[in-house]
């Protein structure tokens, strides 16, 4: 598991991790979401050892990263796609990566193709594209065969085939018994791939459920109907307590009933229905809800 325990991490006057505390559990992908400035990436220096935090703690398998004997048999990471010596090929620079953790030189190759990158080892990664390079850091995130997985932002640059591979790539690891942590913005992205949301603001922990439970809590829930007869419908639907907006292409937006209350109704007076639709608030529609006092940076309407 990975552990943070009122963690908090302050530069001058500034605090960029506000007494956090969270856990990652194996077995499921666990997505990081935040808007700008949230905290994310410095959440994840700290628990890869690359800051120091100012209070609190992040163990990984019960221990601090600087307490690893070999860190990339235990944890793998993808902060930054392009810290990556551009001289170097691929197989070089996953080869130099893998002699520094003792990790055996058939690991590169099979890594390799893991990621794709087979048909390119010999190329020099300073003339790979963005998604190239994203590859060619989970390579060498894989490259102990670790337990524990984070990654910031892997599917920038990717191509439509690469982002469809790494949510596959993704769900296997975790199906494996993993623990994979996953940071992104790409909002459709994590609705697809990740089970469990873990969403900070400021610094502070804002949610932190099950994906499925997180969207199901929304008060972001309608049902949209076209009926000949709309405004009769709208009429008995106001009258059995639930509100019915009119849309300007003729439909109805219901809500205070559900989809079967207002079948039933429909179905007593001898209404035809054209459509009836339940409607559902996106990952999207919750995360702007849960985040929208804690977004430092918007951009106005022209």
Known sequence: MIEVEQLSKRYGPVTAVDDLSFTVRPGRVTGFLGPNGAGKSTTMRII??????????ALVGGRRYDGLVRPLREVGSLLDATALHAGRTARAHLLSIAQSNGIPRPRVTEVLRLTGLEGVAGRRAGGFSLGMKQRLGIAAAMLGDPPVLMFDEPVNGLDPEGIHWIRGFFRELAADGRTVLVSSHLMSEMAQTAEHLIIIGRGRLLADLPATELIESSARHDVLLRSPRAA??????????GTANPQDDGALVVTGLDAAAVGELAASHGIALHALVPRQASLEDVYLDITGDSTDYRAGLS
């Open 232 to 241: 009769e419908l709208g009429r008995l639907i106001a009258a059995r307590g």
């Open 48 to 57: 890869l050892g690359l800051d120091t935090p100012t209070a609190g703690r």
